[in-house]
């Protein structure tokens, strides 16, 4: 199992509205819409029969889930958490935390779906202790179909925003909850998912889980996000995989140099900082090779 970093500033409340909304949920009080995930609009029919359309090959890309910004001269794709609007006139990736929930999410679940969220003997949620996210329970067929009545309007969202791709993060879940679920489970869910990005026209992308490539047929994933494939020496066999069509990010000037020297015009590769901060913040780092 290969664990790699992401956006700690992506873990706020913001990350559960989307920028098409009229307005977020409150945060506080009584109310109980308040972190509810399922509180934006979507607008799905808008977009039916959209042609699906995967990212160039080695374009240069921003990946910018942990906030927005002007991308730098040269950008051609852009990822963005669903919540941020895509960047105009560039190919944009809609970032969806589909497999974990939230932090400030977790309460909304409990309280309507308390059954879809995955829990060990005791009755607690089973938790990816790094970024204290409730892991979602795929085990089942009809856990699947449910949850995919949560996730999907998400991605209609991300359709109704104008992104022309989704990016479904935390495929590899069932590595963190202790036997509990599987990767048949999780081949499933990814392609129920994709079913519904491809009828709103959004490609769909695999994040990172070299070990499901062999289940792309299944899947149907079009092409490929990943972190530090060039530290852990994977990238080729995502390039293999999805013909070129993969969005890089690397976290250390290593992996970066790696991933740059063998696959520089092969596949799309860029240096960011742990946090994926916007321009302007502290430790923003951001390259293109």
Excluded at 198 to 225: C, I, M, P, Y
Aim: glycine share 12%; hydrophobic share 40%.
């Amino acid at each position: 199992m290969t664990i790699t970093p992401r956006a700690a500033a992506l873990r706020t409340a913001a990350a559960l509205c989307l920028a098409v909304a009229a307005g977020c949920a409150s945060g506080g009080g009584t109310d109980d819409t308040a972190g509810d995930p399922t509180s934006a609009p979507a607008t799905p029919s808008a977009t039916a029969g959209r042609p699906v359309v995967p990212p160039p090959v080695a374009a240069v890309f921003d990946y910018q889930i942990g906030g927005a910004y002007p991308p730098p001269a040269g950008v051609r794709v852009v990822s963005r958490d669903r919540g941020d609007v895509p960047a105009a006139g560039l190919y944009s990736v809609c970032y969806v935390n589909a497999f974990q929930a939230q932090p400030d999410a977790l309460d909304w679940w409990q309280a309507h779906h308390p059954d879809l969220v995955l829990r060990d003997g005791a009755g607690h949620p089973v938790m990816d202790t790094d970024w204290n996210e409730a892991l979602l329970d795929t085990s089942t067929p009809d856990r699947r179909a449910r949850l995919a009545a949560v996730v999907g309007p998400w991605i209609d969202g991300c359709a109704a925003a104008g992104f022309q791709a989704v990016e479904l993060d935390n495929l590899d879940s069932y590595q963190r909850s202790g036997g509990r679920l599987t990767a048949g489970a999780a081949t499933a869910f990814a392609r129920l998912l994709v079913q519904r990005a491809h009828a709103d026209g959004l490609a769909a992308s695999q994040k990172n889980t070299a070990e499901l490539l062999g289940a792309r047929s299944a899947t149907g994933f079009d092409f490929a996000v990943t972190e530090e494939c060039g530290t852990y020496g994977e990238c080729g066999r995502y390039a293999a995989a999805y013909g070129g069509r993969v969005l890089d990010v690397e976290y250390t000037d290593a992996g970066f140099s790696a991933a740059c020297g063998a696959w520089k015009g092969r596949i799309s590769v860029v240096r960011r900082d742990h946090d994926v901060s916007p321009a302007g913040s502290d430790g923003y780092v951001y390259r293109a090779c």
